[in-house]
C-alpha cells in the first residue's frame, strides 16, 4: 500500500500526455492526467493537421493552375476563402474530435479538468487549490508561441498558428514573421491562396536546413516564388487603423495581419518548479535524460514539447510512452533507444531531414562524405514538372553506413522514409545500392546521390553524368 492518492499523475492531455496515460496504465490503475486547457491535442486543434489542410487547399489551387505545362488550359483558379476556411475548421474539428473521444474512453475520475502545479517532488495543487499526491509525475504541458519583441504594436492584428485555423474567410495580406516550419508553411499556402503574403526571417535560416547547399538552393527557390527578406533583423512594426505597418530595408508594407511564426518555448514556466528539486536549464526547462524521460535524477519525467528537445509529433508520442512506463515503473525506470531522427515539412517542394543533418554531423566530428543529386534533370520529376531540388546524403567513411540526408525536392516525405528506415536498418550505402529501382521514378534520383556517396567513400565507381542503366534521366 502507498501513501500517495496516485501512482502516477500526469500533467497534459495532450499527444505525450496521453501516451503516458495509456503506457502507465500497463503497470498500474492509480494513474491520473490532469490538463485545464482545450482538450483534442495541439496537434489536431492547432498545428499539424489544420496546418496541412490549409497546405492542401494551396497545393490544389497551385497544381490547377500549372497545368500549362502539359498544354492544358484550366483557366484561374477563384479562391473562395469562405469555403477554404469552412473546409479547414470542419476538418480540424473533425480530427480533434478523434483525440477527444480516446479521452472520454479513459476510466471515470482518469481526467482532472484543472491547471497544476508543483508543491513538491511529488505533490500537485489544482486551481480549485484541492492538492493531489503522487509517487511519480509526468509534465507532459506542451509549448506555446514565442512573443518575439517589437511586434506588440501591432495589437489585436499580431496572431499566431492558434488563431489563424478560427479564420472565417481569407484575409487580403499577412506579414509572416520566422521563416522556419511554421512560418515557410503557412506563408507559402497564403500566397499561394491568393492572400498578399510577406515572410520575414532574421538570420537567413530555412527551415530546419542545416546543410548550407540544400538551404541556400531551397531559398533562392521560395525567394523566386514568394517575397521574403530572409535577414530583416531591423524589421518594425507599427500599426495605422486596423492595418499593421511594416517597416525593413526592403521598404514598407500594409498588413492586414502579422503572423508570428518565431519558435516555441515550452510550458514549464508556470508550473511552480522552483518548488521541486529539479535542476533547470538555461531555458527554465529541467534537465533530464533523453533515453529514460527522468528529470534530473528525480521521480518527475518529462515529455513532447515541454522537453523542447524535438517538437514533433511522432517524438512527443514516443516519449510520452517511455515517461509513462518509466513513472508506473518507478524507482525501476529504464533507458529505451530512440528512433532515427525524422523531420518533414510540407513546403512545395518538401523540405526533410532524415537521420543526422549536416549540422549533427560536423558537431559530432564525424568522419563523412557527401553524395548528391539535383532533381531538375531527373526523370519522373520532369515528367510531372516537379523537377526543382537538391538531395544530399551523408555516409560514414570508416564503415560505409548511411548516416543521414537533407532534402529539399520532390516527394520528400517519401524519401525521408525509406532513408529513415535504411539508417534504423543500419544499411550500409552499398547494401542499401543493391535494392530494386524501379524506372521512372523519384526513388532513381535517390540512386544517384547514392551512388555519389558510395564513390566517395571509396566503394564503388562514380556512376556516370546520366544514369544509364536505368533508362533517361534516371
Ligand atoms: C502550426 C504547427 C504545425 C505543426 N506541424 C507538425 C507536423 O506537421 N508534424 C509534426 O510532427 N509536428 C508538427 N507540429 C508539432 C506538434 O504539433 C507538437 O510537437 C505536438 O503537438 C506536441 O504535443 P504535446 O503533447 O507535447 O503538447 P500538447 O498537445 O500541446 O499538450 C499539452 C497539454 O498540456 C496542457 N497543460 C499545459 N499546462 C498545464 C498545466 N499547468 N496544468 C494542466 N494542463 C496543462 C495543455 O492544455 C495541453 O492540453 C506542429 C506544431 C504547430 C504549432
Ligand atoms: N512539418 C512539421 O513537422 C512542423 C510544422 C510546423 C511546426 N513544427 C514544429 O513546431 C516548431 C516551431 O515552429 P516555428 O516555425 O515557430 O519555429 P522554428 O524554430 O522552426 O523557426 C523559428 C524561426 O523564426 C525566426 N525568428 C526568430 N525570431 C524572429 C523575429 N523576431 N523575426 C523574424 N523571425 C524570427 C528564426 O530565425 C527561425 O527561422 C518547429 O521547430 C517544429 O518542430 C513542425
Known amino acids: 500500500m502507498t501513501d500517495f492518492d496516485y501512482d502516477v499523475a500526469i500533467i497534459g492531455a495532450g499527444t505525450a500526455g496521453m501516451s503516458a496515460y495509456r503506457e502507465a496504465l500497463k503497470y498500474s490503475d492509480r494513474v491520473v492526467m490532469i490538463d485545464g486547457g482545450p482538450l483534442g491535442t495541439t496537434c489536431a486543434r492547432v498545428g499539424c493537421m489544420p496546418s496541412k489542410l490549409l497546405i492542401a487547399a494551396a497545393e490544389a489551387r497551385h ?19 469562405v469555403q477554404v476556411m469552412n473546409r479547414v475548421r470542419a476538418e480540424r474539428d473533425h480530427f480533434v474530435s478523434f483525440a477527444t473521444e ?16 508543483f508543491v513538491d517532488d511529488n505533490r500537485l495543487e489544482l486551481a480549485s487549490g484541492k492538492q493531489i499526491s ?33 479564420w472565417t474567410d481569407l484575409p487580403s495580406s499577412v506579414a509572416v514573421f520566422g521563416t522556419g516550419a511554421i512560418g ?48 530583416a533583423a531591423d524589421a518594425s512594426v507599427a500599426r ?37 528539486s529539479l535542476t533547470l536549464d538555461a531555458h527554465g526547462v529541467p534537465t533530464y535524460d533523453h533515453l529514460s524521460m527522468r528529470a534530473s535524477y528525480s521521480d518527475i519525467f518529462i515529455a513532447g514539447d515541454s522537453a523542447v528537445d524535438l517538437s514533433l509529433l511522432h517524438e512527443a508520442a514516443d516519449e510520452g510512452r517511455v ?8 524507482p525501476h525506470s529504464y533507458r529505451r533507444a530512440r528512433r532515427t531522427p525524422l523531420t518533414i515539412v510540407f513546403t512545395d517542394p518538401q523540405i526533410a531531414i532524415a537521420g543526422r543533418s549536416h549540422a549533427d554531423l560536423l558537431r559530432d566530428r564525424m568522419d563523412f562524405a557527401i553524395g548528391e543529386v539535383s532533381f531538375e534533370d531527373q526523370g519522373r520529376a ?40 535504411s539508417i534504423e536498418s543500419r544499411l550500409t550505402v552499398a547494401e542499401l545500392l543493391e535494392r530494386p529501382f524501379y524506372h521512372p521514378v523519384i526513388e532513381e534520383g535517390l540512386r544517384t546521390a547514392l551512388r555519389h556517396l558510395n564513390h566517395h567513400l571509396g566503394f564503388g565507381p562514380n556512376p ?11
Open 63 to 81: 497544381r490547377a493552375e500549372s497545368v500549362g505545362l502539359f498544354g492544358l488550359r484550366a483557366g484561374p483558379v477563384e479562391v473562395d476563402g
Open 102 to 117: 480516446a479521452i472520454a474512453g479513459f476510466a471515470p475520475g482518469g481526467l482532472l479538468r484543472e491547471q497544476a502545479r
Open 134 to 166: 503522487a509517487r511519480s509525475i509526468v509534465i507532459a504541458t506542451g509549448s506555446r508561441p514565442v512573443v518575439p519583441a517589437g511586434l506588440e504594436p501591432a495589437g489585436d492584428r499580431l496572431i499566431f498558428n492558434d488563431q489563424l485555423f478560427d
Open 184 to 231: 515557410l508553411e503557412l506563408g507559402q499556402a497564403l500566397h499561394r491562396l491568393g492572400v498578399r503574403t510577406h515572410i520575414y526571417g532574421r538570420g537567413g535560416s530555412v527551415g530546419p536546413l542545416t546543410d548550407p547547399d540544400v538551404a541556400a538552393y531551397a531559398a533562392a527557390q521560395f525567394s523566386s516564388e514568394i517575397p521574403i527578406d530572409w535577414m
Open 240 to 276: 495605422d487603423g486596423d492595418a499593421v505597418i511594416v517597416r525593413s530595408a526592403g521598404g514598407e508594407e500594409r498588413f492586414d495581419y502579422l503572423l508570428a511564426a518565431a519558435g516555441r518555448r515550452a510550458n514549464v514556466d508556470n508550473l511552480g518548479l522552483e518548488n521541486t
Open 323 to 330: 515517461a509513462g512506463e518509466n513513472a508506473a515503473r518507478y
Open 382 to 421: 520532369r515528367i510531372l514538372g516537379l523537377n526543382r531540388g537538391l538531395l544530399r546524403v551523408y555516409g560514414d567513411r570508416p564503415s560505409g553506413l548511411l548516416l543521414g540526408a537533407e532534402i529539399f525536392g520532390p516527394a520528400a516525405e517519401h524519401l525521408a522514409h525509406l532513408l529513415a528506415w
Open 464 to 474: 556516370p553524368l546520366r544514369c544509364i542503366d536505368c533508362g533517361p534521366g534516371g
